[in-house]
């Protein structure tokens, strides 16, 4: 069946950067959209990069200029590539899998950012 298997997280100090992944086992992965998402302890899960199919990416004002999701459709992997980490970057992470009929989700991976 289809599984999002995320990776890279970790604790990292202000200023450092990582680099997460998630790899999907769908069948062409070419054709669905891609994104990630956060979600920090009492606050909302909001959408934090997104990579569609068409080539377009698009990013929240918080991570814009420090972010930068990318994908390889040849490996079934989209990636975000996290510089410049802030301490209100801490949160788990999500990885999104959609092609409007069917939605998949990354078991999530914590990302910890000490000041």
């Known amino acids: 069946q289809v599984r999002l298997v995320e990776s890279g997280g970790g604790l990292v100090q202000a200023g450092g950067s990582l680099r997460l992944s998630c790899a999907a086992s769908?069948?062409?992965?070419?054709?669905?959209?891609t994104a990630w998402y956060r979600q920090a302890p009492g606050k909302q899960r909001e959408m934090v990069a997104t990579?569609?199919?068409?080539?377009?990416?698009t990013y929240a004002d918080s991570v814009k200029g420090r972010f930068t999701i990318s994908r390889d459709n040849a490996k079934n992997t989209v990636y975000l590539q996290m510089n410049s980490l802030k301490s209100e970057d801490t949160a788990v992470y999500y990885c999104?899998?959609?092609?409007?009929?069917?939605?998949?989700w990354g078991q999530g991976t914590q990302v910890t950012v000490s000041s």
């Open positions: 990579a569609f199919r068409s080539g377009t990416t």
């Open positions: 999104n899998v959609q092609n409007g009929w069917l939605n998949y």
């Open positions: 769908v069948i062409v992965f070419s054709a669905y959209d």
